[in-house]
């Protein structure tokens, strides 16, 4: 397979497809199918960017290698739930159940490249870590929030697509919303870049501490 650096790796951008998603997802936010169908549609090129970051980066560089997964099968989710009060694992176990969410929600996106599907299925999966992180509840607004961050993060037009059309459509019932989505995007912008973070590694530590750690600050 070849590289996504290599020229025989084109990531396409589909109009159509992209387009038909946003139209449902303004209609229906809540439509994970949709949110896939546009991220697969219009991230492939802002993939290829992040797979670069990713290499230049020797934690990256080490998740590339090793690829691996945020789910049941490859998490203890139980002992996560056993860690202590405020710590990463567990705060993240509580988010899942209190929101009856399953890491496996997440399908690994279809590329023509081995290493950047990993790539998309990692920063799918780690969602809802930024959730825990970044303090953003699982809600219309608070997932609104979460894409003006994410695409601060990692220039994905689906989030910024997701962040600037749903804060407009929802500013009505959600006052505030548009100036909450500008805060979350600055907020992602001065925090580090946290997609080459092996959270695996991180369970036990705090929250908080993590948020210094990554300069990452709560805006929800």
């Known amino acids: 397979m070849e590289s996504a650096n290599s020229p025989a790796w084109r990531p396409r951008v589909r109009i159509r497809d992209a387009l038909s998603a946003v139209v449902t997802l303004i ?6 199918d949709q949110v896939l169908v546009l991220g697969e549609s219009v991230n492939g090129p802002s993939i290829a960017r992040i797979l670069a970051r ?10 590339l290698a090793r690829r691996p997964s945020i789910d049941v099968q490859s998490v203890d989710f139980d002992a996560l739930g056993a860690l202590p009060e405020g710590t990463l694992g567990r705060e993240y176990v509580r988010f899942l159940r209190d929101n009856m969410i399953t890491p496996d929600a997440w399908p690994p996106p279809q590329l023509d490249d081995d290493r ?6 990692r920063l ?7 959730h825990v992180l970044t303090g953003c509840p699982a ?3 608070g997932e609104i929030l979460l894409q003006a ?11 910024l697509l997701i962040a600037l059309l749903g804060s407009v459509k929802h ?4 006052r505030g919303l548009v100036r909450r989505a ?4 600055r907020a992602g912008v001065r925090a580090h870049f946290i997609g080459p973070v092996k959270w695996e590694s991180l369970w036990c530590d705090p929250v908080e501490s993590l948020r210094v750690r990554f300069a990452i600050e709560q805006f929800a």
């Not at 990713?54 to 998740?63: C, I, K, Q, V, Y």
């Not at 799918?124 to 930024?130: G, M, T, V």
């Open 149 to 159: 961050f994410s695409f601060a993060q990692t220039g994905a037009p689906s989030s």
């Open 116 to 121: 950047a599907s990993w790539l998309g299925q």
């Open 124 to 130: 799918r999966q780690s969602h809802d870590l930024l």
């Open 27 to 32: 209609g229906d936010p809540d439509r994970l």
């Open 139 to 141: 809600s219309v607004p």
């Open 54 to 63: 990713f290499e230049a980066d020797p934690d990256g560089r080490d998740l």
């Open 171 to 174: 500013r009505v019932r959600h």
């Open 182 to 185: 500008w805060r979350a995007w």
